[in-house]
């Protein structure tokens, strides 16, 4: 599931407003049951910031989606809008799972799967491709900085 060696951060995005492309930063305060400093999620301006339930805080996906997405379809990490690209492991594993982001703790809520929104923002095939991989959507529970090359560890029960 997890490659304690190599599981990390490998981008952070970040968007105050829903229209806007998120850009990319080194780092990103994460406020427990909030969302990442200066996010359109953090604030309640997202575009599904108003739809009941969790897993609204943060959203996560895989560099090697990334990567695949941007040879097939152009699509870059911001395009994604994503906020944490990791690499290392399977986010769709970490559902119902605690983990930290260096010091920060999350809990993995449920899957990010793509929506004709995404789609609409960027090329047609876009929500195929992320069919079953679009990424995790995650609550904090401790915040903290998270910084690009964090590690990423799955916490075990004790």
């Not at 990390?8 to 229209?19: D, E, K, L, Q, W």
């Not at 999620?41 to 609204?56: I, K």
């Not at 870059?76 to 799972?97: E, F, M, P, W, Y």
Request: aromatic letters at 4%; charged letters at 20%; a neutral charge.
């Amino acid at each position: 599931m997890v490659d304690a060696v190599s599981a990390c951060v490998r981008a952070i995005y970040i968007t105050p407003v829903a229209t806007r492309l998120p850009e990319s930063v080194a780092m990103a305060m994460a406020i427990r049951d909030v969302g990442l400093e200066g996010d359109r999620y953090a604030s309640g301006e997202g575009t599904w910031s108003h739809w009941p339930g969790g897993g609204r805080q943060v959203t996560l996906v895989e560099s090697e989606v990334v990567a695949a997405l941007e040879q097939s379809l152009g699509i870059s990490a911001a395009q994604t809008r994503r906020n944490i690209v990791t690499c290392g492991l399977k986010l769709n594993d970490l559902v119902g799972l605690d983990f930290t982001i260096g010091e920060v703790l999350m809990r993995g809520v449920r899957l990010c799967e793509p929506c004709t929104h995404l789609e609409k923002l960027t090329v047609r095939g876009a929500a195929l491709a992320l069919d079953n991989c679009g990424g995790l959507r995650a609550d904090i529970l401790r915040g903290g900085i998270i910084r690009l090359g964090d590690k990423i560890a799955v916490k075990t029960a004790s």
